[in-house]
């Protein structure tokens, strides 16, 4: 396109968001453009009985016309939208859609492009919003907890002749019948099932303790109306079931064979419970933390209500549907050919793309950026649970692109920070149990 390129452009500003761009541009000017694209085309175009660059202007034009026509109309309509754009200061989220009009003047080629800007952030006060700061000190008590369940994670099961009881492990042959017929999925053998682990059906789960090597059980089972399997819910169904072992757990000693399991080389038990209480206060700290940080974001959210782009919030919903897709397929769930839709992800998408607004006008604002030593810090306490952390940190500053994690974190520990310091904050005790949940 030449410098010479007629326009004329005038900005709808009737939505909040979105912004629309009526553009004409003279036909002479794309006519001109599509000549010097041709003759540029002229010299490297290959046609039979003609040698390169010698191929008439007449068969180039017929051969390739269209495309430089197309690509003629196209910088035309991108110079006029991008001058448009930086004339009036404009922050565009997305990429623009280009409409064709069809009532432009003899001529003229008119367009609309329409397209979405960044909304105009002004921070609210966030001083009268309350923050519960939760607080929990790992003492004995807590430790002792944790290497409960980590022998408990690391349980053994032995064969007995008694009867079975709560979390017994038992091995069993079971069939169902719908009256009187098998029924697909109604069947197992060798299975291995928790006693009192909730894995079954209420009724199968009743049937499961008190029970020896040998027995053998038929007992009815009602499943429930919202059962996943149509044929089956609302039904109750006969199992005939036979108890081949029940095996009793045994949990390990807190001994040196122990220790060693947990990485101590030396089986020293005192070391050992050194190491797990780092690891645990490490990990209290990653957690009682994030629970101030939902607060401080869901406080952000609240007082500061705006709108967001739909191309953006579009754009993160992909990005996460995607991340999902590899997720699952990373830990082998067959996913490959199973559509992830980016419309579940709407809403996380929506408050993530919110979030990152609020964020960087307030980093702006309060001049919260992250410093060299922040990023440090993190980085060494992500070093510190591997066993060469000198090495890991190496890694991270090998390529500047793998410390974005560490300063994504650095720069929101910045916000959490200003906002503890503006908002009212109360500090609350946990308890260990809550805290930990499942992981506990």
């Not at 002479?28 to 002229?42: P, T, W």
């Not at 947990?262 to 490490?282: C, I, K, P, Q, Y």
């Amino acid at each position: 396109m030449t410098d010479k390129a007629t326009t004329d452009v005038a900005i709808d500003t009737s939505s909040a968001l979105e912004r629309r761009i009526e553009m004409t541009v003279a036909l002479a000017e794309i006519d001109k453009d599509v000549e010097q694209r041709l003759k540029r085309m002229s010299r490297t175009v290959k046609a039979a009985g003609f040698r390169p660059g010698k191929v008439p202007m007449k068969l180039v034009a017929q051969q390739y016309g269209s495309q430089a026509r197309s690509e003629a109309i196209g910088a035309a309509v991108e110079k006029a939208y991008g001058e448009k754009v930086r004339e009036q200061n404009l922050r565009v989220a997305g990429y623009p859609r280009i409409e064709p009009k069809a009532d432009a003047s003899p001529g003229l080629l008119g367009f609309t492009a329409i397209f979405e800007v960044y909304p105009e952030v002004t921070l609210a006060d966030i001083s009268g919003q309350a923050i519960e700061k939760p607080t929990l000190t790992v003492t004995d008590a807590e430790l002792d907890k944790t290497l409960d369940v980590l022998r408990k994670q690391r349980t053994t099961y032995v064969e007995t002749d008694r009867a079975s009881a709560k979390e017994d492990r038992l091995v069993i042959d079971f069939v169902g019948r719908k009256n009187g017929e098998e029924f697909p999925g109604g069947k197992a053998s060798d299975y291995s099932v928790m006693v009192g682990g909730g894995m079954m059906l209420p009724d199968f789960e009743a049937q499961l303790e008190g029970v020896k090597a040998g027995d053998k059980k038929t007992f009815d089972v009602a499943f429930p109306a919202d059962y996943q399997a149509p044929e089956l819910a609302g039904n109750t169904v006969q199992f005939e079931m036979t108890v081949k072992k029940v095996e009793a757990a045994r949990l390990p000693e807190i001994d040196a064979e122990f220790a060693k399991q947990l990485g101590v080389a030396d089986g020293d038990t005192a070391r050992m419970r050194v190491e797990v209480r780092s690891n645990l206060e490490r990990e209290v700290k990653k957690r009682l933390l994030a629970k101030v940080k939902e607060q401080v974001m869901e406080a952000l959210l609240k007082v500061n209500p705006i709108e967001v782009p739909k191309a953006l919030v579009a754009m993160e919903a992909e990005q996460m549907a995607e991340t999902a897709k590899r997720d699952m397929e990373s830990r082998g769930m067959g996913m490959k050919n199973i559509p992830v839709e980016a419309s579940w992800f709407t809403e996380q998408a929506t408050r993530r793309v919110k979030l990152g607004l609020l964020l960087a006008e307030l980093v702006k604002e309060k001049d919260l950026h992250v410093k060299p030593e922040q990023v440090r810090a993190i980085v060494d306490e992500f070093a510190e649970t591997f066993e060469d952390p000198k090495e890991v940190v190496r890694w991270y500053y090998s390529q500047p692109q793998r410390l974005a994690e560490a300063e994504a974190l650095a720069l929101e520990n910045n916000v959490v920070d200003w906002v503890l310091a503006n908002a009212k904050v109360s500090e609350t005790p946990i308890a260990f149990d809550a805290l930990m949940g499942n992981a506990a």
